[in-house]
């Protein structure tokens, strides 16, 4: 079994979940605080970021999309319909277009914000950068939302799949990011009715079933979380 490094409430890292969920292999998890810059980590990553993939042979494979280019390398070939990438190449810019969109430009618009400022600081040391919130770089990233749903909501419109007829990384990447925002409440999903039905779908995976079993200490999920029809 492959061992996953992650925070639970880190999009990039539950990319990497949903994406091996999809391919039905089970990993191994290590919760990881990269703050603590850990010596046992570093040696991994000396970046201290996360998700971090110990491979077979145990070798680091560190970021989210060079974990899916592995992961389609030594799994995805072999799923046919079921790949997470797809064969023509402008199909395959698309969906690497909209997994960079989700966890990159939302990542560093809304997302990262909000788990710090929420999830983190609370519980970081203040030699760490700990403390009490920000609440302009909250209403910041809470006005950002608005932007980001309003454009899944235009993919999931228009289009089966965010990037196409079919599931690929671009849905994983999608949901991985708005997951985080639903579990803190941030997604008012009444406005955006072809992303609330898109995510519904996603939810129902049982590629999806450990990320609604997800829980931080002292930060309870919105009551609607783990609700299938909600």
């Known amino acids: 079994m492959l061992t996953l490094f992650h ?11 949903l994406a091996f969920g ?13 703050w603590l810059r850990r010596k046992e980590f570093l040696s991994l990553n000396p970046a201290a ?24 390398e030594t799994r995805g070939v ?5 790949r997470l990438f797809v ?3 402008l199909a395959r810019a698309e969906i690497r277009r909209l997994v960079d969109w989700y966890l990159v430009k939302t ?4 997302v990262r914000h909000l788990v710090r400022e929420r999830v983190l600081k609370p519980v970081m040391g203040s030699e760490f950068g700990g403390g009490s ?15 980001h749903m309003k454009y899944t909501n235009w993919l999931a419109g228009t289009r089966n799949w965010l990037a196409g007829t079919r599931l690929t990384y671009a849905d ?48 309870t999920p919105v009551s609607h979380y783990a609700d299938l029809d909600f």
């Open 87 to 89: 064969e023509d190449p």
């Open 133 to 147: 919130p920000d609440s302009a770089a909250i209403r910041a990233a809470r006005a950002n939302v608005r932007q």
């Open 172 to 219: 994983l990447a999608a949901a991985a990011s708005l997951s985080v925002l639903d579990y803190l409440g941030e997604v008012s999903w009444s406005d955006y009715p072809a992303a609330r039905d898109w995510y519904a779908r996603m939810k129902s995976r049982p590629s999806f079933r450990p990320l609604l079993a997800d829980r931080v200490r002292g930060l």
């Open 78 to 82: 072999l799923m046919r319909e079921r």
């Open 107 to 110: 990542e560093s618009d809304v």
């Open 7 to 17: 925070h639970p409430l880190f999009a990039s890292c539950r990319f990497v979940r």
């Open 49 to 72: 970021s996360l998700p971090v993939l110990l491979a077979e042979g145990d070798q680091p494979i560190v970021g989210a999309t060079v974990i899916s280019e592995y992961i389609d």
């Open 22 to 34: 999809e391919y039905g292999e089970e990993l191994a998890l290590i919760e990881e605080k990269p």
